[in-house]
């Protein structure tokens, strides 16, 4: 089986790696990085678990070519924290019960920081939007959609 | 229990008792882990030299395996081990059989027959999955197919094909007596008489998928003390430790099982599936092994909520007052009982649903077919009848021509009220429920039904058990299949009749009440042992001969519980004048010897305790 090298950029850092031929870059991010972020949900593009953020677009990493991402910019949620500082993402779905099983939970962060970073002040629609190619099977969508809508400084459901 | 007791003695000194938590935000304890990415589920563990297994999956419903041919697959780049049922120790259990229930009837990899489209016939385990996969796809399995069958009423005929050879009746068979699980609760058949309407109706529902974001999977690695490592997405802990050492016939001290990260589960992650074959692969190749499902395996052989098939009778009074009720009710387990056995405790404990029904009676049916086995979801055994319940209610409601709510309200059971599993109905809330929705749909309710409260009018006569009606319908024994004795051992004559009434009148077997509640044994076929369990003459409270039922000491009806129980606050067996009922309010939970033993029992299970060591 041929390898190629391949080099990005991950969460701001040079990485420099092998590809399996055909490997995908999920794969290529947990087993070949060792970033565990990203998540294996259907390994056909449905679920929307592994987003990641690619040259500031939201990609389906497991559905994503790994030597594809050459040169490019690839952002995953353990990137997300700045040090002991929480993304305000974070700081949101932590307080607005965004997560129950927590699964999803890095998929839909992305999703969520490309919409915030293209758009810092998302309406309820965009937001729904952003987040339609990730699923949620425990939480619900509605604490999701108030986490993103508290992150980009708007009133959610609760606080009105 | 029948109700939570909290202990709040244990931890006094840490716990403030404000449980004012409604309508708060709350921070999950840990939350901090799935937001920065770092909660570890089971394939977050990243091994040297890491294999992958991948199993080779019926395509047929059923089927006999005439040989497997794996020595292509042998030949295969990256293939390891190829795996099949010779290598697995003990290969027979049911999930259940940890704290002893029902007969051990599945195999981990089948090499004799498959009974549902992806049941395991054998597994690779190579360098990479996409080895794994070519090497399943290059494995030949010789099938002889035969009929199958998907319908569980088609299944209880006489000729359909036997899906599970440990229960030839295609049923499961409860207590070794019974082909269904039977609830009897006064004279329905004198409700009926007294009813103005009688309403029927039939309700199907279909199996449901968990679908879990994560999908089923176990990583085992050896460890250096002889001990096997396993990360596995399971529900049940211990429950997946116990089965895989029963499976291995391996001590549980050399399994050492990590869990409690689960991305999602909804009950789709007890069956103990997972775990078991990773562990044999760590064995068997000395590394690191992932059997991990993917999507399809997921939907496919993940096993659902079982569906169901309801058959409500209700006699109705006038004024809306439901007098009987009786169900008939067909759970598909689909090849395996998993936990389907125990849905339907579960579900006959329930019936009739949050009402207060003087006469009940229910026959429930766990039936194997060539489906995809049933396990636990959610309310498993309660939701699929309360679907049925509630949509046979507005049937009532329309019959009767009163609102829904009221007529819900009219017959909701009060705190006080005897349930038909003979429990005191305690904290109810129906009425309260029906209020508040009432006000919130803005559809009215009488003054009268506004003012009713759960916490009234319940007790006094409606905590009465009245006299019950047995029959020994349903006796397994009288099977199609001649390899089975008439009489088991331990059988009906010796452990007597159950459920007779409690005012102190031992009754034993009479007719069957109605229609409804007979086997017909055209369906069930008794070919060789035609019952004839009907007795033209017979009054309900009359005794059958003694050669349609032995005569019966008055036992206790409480033989449908999978485990020993505490005993019930009133002693059904005990002879009691009808007006001198116990004090209802039961006695607050007092354990000699709280938990200092645990929850272990002596012989629940040889492979828990850690005691069977080689």
């Known amino acids: 089986m041929t390898k190629k090298p391949v080099q990005f950029q991950l969460n701001g850092s040079p990485v420099a790696v092998f590809s399996d031929e055909g490997q995908n870059l999920l794969d290529l991010l947990r087993r070949g990085v060792g970033d565990l972020s990203p998540k294996y949900g259907c390994g056909q593009g449905t679920c929307g678990s592994c987003t990641v953020i690619i040259d500031g677009e939201p990609r389906l990493s497991c559905l994503t070519l790994a030597e594809t991402v050459e040169g490019q910019h690839v952002e995953t949620t353990n990137g997300l924290a700045n040090g002991p500082d929480l993304h305000a993402l974070q700081e949101a779905f932590m307080e607005n019960f965004a997560a129950q099983c927590g699964y999803c939970t890095p998929g839909m962060l992305m999703a969520a920081k490309a919409l915030l970073d293209r758009t810092p002040r998302p309406s309820r629609a965009e937001i729904v939007e952003a987040i339609s190619g990730n699923i949620c099977r425990c939480t619900g969508y509605e604490p999701i959609i108030d986490a993103i809508l508290a992150a980009s400084g708007q009133p959610t459901r609760r606080t009105g | ?614």
């Not at chain 2, 409500?312 to 395996?336: E, N, P, Q, S």
């Not at chain 2, 299949?481 to 088991?488: C, F, N, V, Y």
């Not at chain 2, 035609?530 to 033209?536: E, F, G, K, L, M």
């Open chain 2, 1 to 614: 229990m029948s109700s939570v007791e909290f202990r709040k003695d244990l931890f006094a000194d840490e716990r403030d008792d404000n449980l004012q938590e409604i309508g708060k935000p709350t921070r999950r304890q840990d939350i901090l882990g799935h937001v920065t990415g770092r909660s570890p589920y089971y394939d977050d563990h990243l091994f040297d030299g890491l294999l992958h297994m991948r199993c080779v999956r019926s395509p047929h419903h059923h089927a006999r395996i005439r040989s497997i041919d794996t020595s292509q697959a042998e030949r295969m780049p990256g293939v390891v081990r190829v795996v099949l049922a010779r290598d697995v120790p003990n290969n027979l259990n049911t999930l259940l059989s940890l704290i002893n229930f029902g007969k051990d009837e599945e195999k981990l990899i089948q090499d004799t027959k498959v009974a549902y489209v992806g049941e395991p016939v054998a597994a690779i385990i190579a360098e990479t999955e996409g080895q794994a996969r070519d090497a399943c796809a290059a494995v030949r399995v010789d099938y002889e197919v035969l009929p199958h069958v998907l319908d569980p009423e088609a299944s209880l005929k006489p000729d359909a094909p036997v899906v599970n050879e440990i229960y030839p009746n295609n049923t499961f068979d409860y207590h070794d007596l019974y082909d269904h699980q039977k609830l009897r609760f006064g004279d329905v058949e004198k409700g009926f008489s007294e009813a103005d309407h009688i309403v029927e109706g039939e309700y199907q529902m279909s199996p449901i998928e968990q679908a879990p974001i994560e999908t089923c999977g176990a990583i085992a690695a050896p460890e250096t003390n002889d001990r096997f490592v396993c990360y596995t997405s399971t529900q049940a802990l211990f429950f997946s430790l116990g089965t895989t050492a029963k499976l291995l016939n391996m001590a549980s001290s050399r399994l050492h099982f990590v869990g409690g990260t689960v991305g999602g589960g909804f009950g789709g992650k007890v069956d103990s599936i997972v775990e078991p074959l990773s562990v044999l692969g760590a064995v068997l190749t000395g590394r690191p092994v992932k059997f991990m499902w993917d999507r399809a395996e997921e939907m496919q052989v993940g096993a659902p909520r079982g569906a169901e098939r309801w058959r409500i009778k209700d006699g109705v009074a006038r004024d809306g007052r439901i007098l009987a009720r009786t169900f008939t009710g067909f759970f598909d387990a689909g090849a395996y009982t998993r936990l389907s056995s125990y849905a339907i405790i579960k579900c006959t404990g329930h019936i009739p649903g949050p009402y207060s029904i003087p006469n009940v009676a229910s026959n429930v049916y766990c039936v194997f077919t060539n489906r995809t086995p049933a396990t636990a979801m959610r309310g498993f055994g309660i939701t699929g009848v309360d679907f049925a319940i509630e949509c046979h209610m507005d049937k009532v409601a329309e019959t009767v021509g009163l609102n829904p709510i009221e007529l819900r309200i009219l017959n909701a059971y009060r705190d006080g009220d005897m349930k038909p599993h003979r429990r005191l109905a305690k904290n109810t809330a129906l009425i309260e429920c029906c209020q508040v929705a009432s006000q919130k749909s803005g559809w009215a309710i009488s003054a009268d039904a506004a003012r009713q409260s759960s916490l009234t009018g319940g007790g006094g006569s409606r905590a009465d058990i009245p006299e019950s009606i047995t029959d020994s319908v349903g006796r397994i024994g009288e099977r199609r299949r001649t390899d089975i004795p008439t009489e088991p051992g331990m059988g009906a004559a010796s452990r007597g009749r159950v459920a007779a009434g409690t005012q102190g009148i031992p009754i034993v077997a009479a007719a069957p009440q109605d229609e409804d509640m007979i086997t017909d044994p055209a369906r069930m076929g008794f070919r060789h042992a035609p019952v004839a369990p009907s007795q033209p003459g017979a009054t309900p409270s009359s005794p059958v001969p003694p050669s349609a039922a032995p005569s019966a000491a008055p036992v206790p009806p409480q033989q449908n519980a999978p485990a020993p129980q505490p005993a019930p606050p009133q002693q059904p067996a005990a002879p009691q004048p009808p007006q001198a009922t116990p004090d209802p309010a039961p006695a607050p939970y007092k354990p000699e010897q709280p938990f200092s033993r645990g929850v272990k029992r002596p012989g629940v299970s040889r492979f828990l305790s850690g005691s069977r060591r080689r």
